[in-house]
């Protein structure tokens, strides 16, 4: 057969890997070329336009691949570098808004090696396994050799004493200096909070607000001209913009009645037009990602584009951890396993990540501590920040007994407004505090105010 038909024979053969006909026992791979890299400088697809998010685009495309360009490098043909796309056993790292998929040049070259030595024993004419079968056992291995690979050839990084202090000190100093004059919003959080790039973790209790906190947060954030990025995995989109709609208008009327679930159910009133058209015509950069079935790396891929490329990374808020898939054997090796991914993508990007936490049904009638938190052994120690919001009431009330404790609680959710605490259980930028608020949860509104006192909690409930 002369190089021509058996180069044609060798496409017809890739293409079945999507058809799912016959097994694909594709060319031997190439070795990577200088045409085959991803030139960001001078050859960008004819369509392509840089990432929405990103102020240039450029930069974050150094060392990714095209699709056209993996089948090239690995030897097999786009429709079957697409097909282990679809199935997820080659993951693209960075897609453009026109539908562009780049893959890191890193995992193909690990692929590569996997491949010269497994694919074709896998896939060898009528002994190969089907590829549904064969695929996904080609990747793991490549996955795990990658790892150690990248383990080998980026070994710690090791800073000595006297260089460090010498060359880099300042600098990183410098680099810090961005974010001293950021500012969350709340007077309290802020008199007490050097708010840097870090791993910050809240919980709370029900009826604490904590969805609606970390909201407010954001939105203040953005406000204060931060990139910000809300990753919902309970709420829609429109569930947590009618937050805002419903807690601007109640600072222009205190008097108002609307809530957000009366403006989603069609409520209006001239006031709400006047907030609506100054969000509208707002430059705050406040966004939200609509989660569902995602796993935490399937996450930090979506997030790793929007974070390149800026003077700044973005704030992001992930909520909640607890409902993240996970496929390990237990809920709590998958928070463990997400916390320290995260962490290590926060140092990557330096970003500012909030992550919002459950807590144990155990916890629910005694004041918050780490033992508070849900299946989340290993928060304490990675986290930077930990937060606790609960209902003052809880410092004063008998854990032990649970009707009477049910009770008031019940009359302290029934309180307009709530009082609620923030507990800092740890800080590595700091020491711990504490910080209170009057939360209007039928206005989705938390007012930072002086600290409460047994007293004035136990006349606000008679007045109730």
Not at 189 to 215: H, R, S
Not at 419 to 433: E, M, W
Request: overall charge positive.
């Amino acid at each position: 057969m002369d190089n021509d038909n058996k180069k044609s024979a060798d496409v017809q053969k890739g293409e079945s890997v999507v058809n799912g006909s016959t097994p694909v026992t594709p060319q031997l791979p190439h070795p990577t070329s200088s045409k085959s890299r991803v030139n960001v400088s001078t050859s960008f697809p004819p369509h392509f336009q840089p990432p929405p998010s990103s102020k240039s685009g450029v930069n974050a495309l150094e060392g990714y691949f095209t699709t056209e360009q993996v089948a090239k490098s690995i030897g097999v043909t786009r429709k079957a570098v697409e097909y282990w796309r679809k199935r997820g056993w080659l993951p693209a790292d960075l897609i453009d808004h026109n539908g562009v998929y780049w893959y890191l040049e890193e995992r193909v070259e690990q692929l590569k090696a996997v491949y010269r030595r497994d694919w074709q024993t896998a896939w060898a004419g009528g002994k190969a396994k089907d590829e549904e079968k064969a695929s996904p056992e080609i990747f793991t291995e490549a996955g795990k050799r990658m790892t150690d690979w990248k383990r080998r050839a980026q070994p710690p990084k090791v800073l000595h004493l006297t260089d460090y202090f010498a060359n880099q000190l300042k600098a990183d100093i410098d680099s810090l200096k961005k974010y001293a004059n950021r500012l969350t919003g709340f007077k309290n959080i802020d008199e007490q909070q050097f708010f840097n790039p870090g791993l910050y973790v809240i919980g709370a209790t029900p009826a604490a607000g904590k969805t609606t906190f970390c909201w407010q947060l954001l939105e203040q954030l953005a406000e204060r001209g931060e990139d910000c990025i809300y990753c919902s995995y309970e709420m829609s989109g429109l569930e947590l913009f009618t937050k805002t709609a419903a807690r601007r208008l109640f600072l222009k009327d205190k008097q108002t009645s609307l809530t957000a679930a009366d403006i989603r159910r069609g409520s209006w009133s001239a006031q709400l037009d006047c907030v609506i058209n100054e969000v509208a015509n707002s430059k705050t950069n406040l966004q939200v990602l609509e989660l569902q079935d995602e796993s935490i790396d399937e996450l930090l891929i979506r997030l790793k584009p929007l974070c390149l490329d800026k003077q700044k990374a973005p704030v992001i808020c992930l909520d909640y951890l607890q409902i993240v898939p996970s496929s390990k054997e237990s809920t709590k090796l998958g928070v463990d396993d997400s916390v320290r991914k995260l962490k290590k993508f926060q140092r990557d990007t330096n970003s500012t990540f909030i992550v919002i936490s459950s807590f144990n049904r155990a916890n629910y009638t005694q004041s918050v501590s780490f033992e508070s938190f849900k299946e989340s052994g290993n928060i304490e120690y990675t986290a930077d920040v930990v937060w606790a919001l609960q209902l003052f009431l809880l410092n004063s009330i008998n854990p032990n007994n649970v009707a009477d404790s049910r009770k008031k609680i019940d009359i302290a959710k029934m309180k307009q407004p709530r009082q609620i605490q923030l507990k800092c259980l740890k800080n590595r930028q700091g020491t711990n505090y504490d910080c209170f608020f009057h939360y209007f949860s039928a206005h989705d509104y938390f007012e930072p105010c002086d600290k409460f006192t047994e007293n004035n909690s136990k006349s606000s409930e008679h007045k109730q």
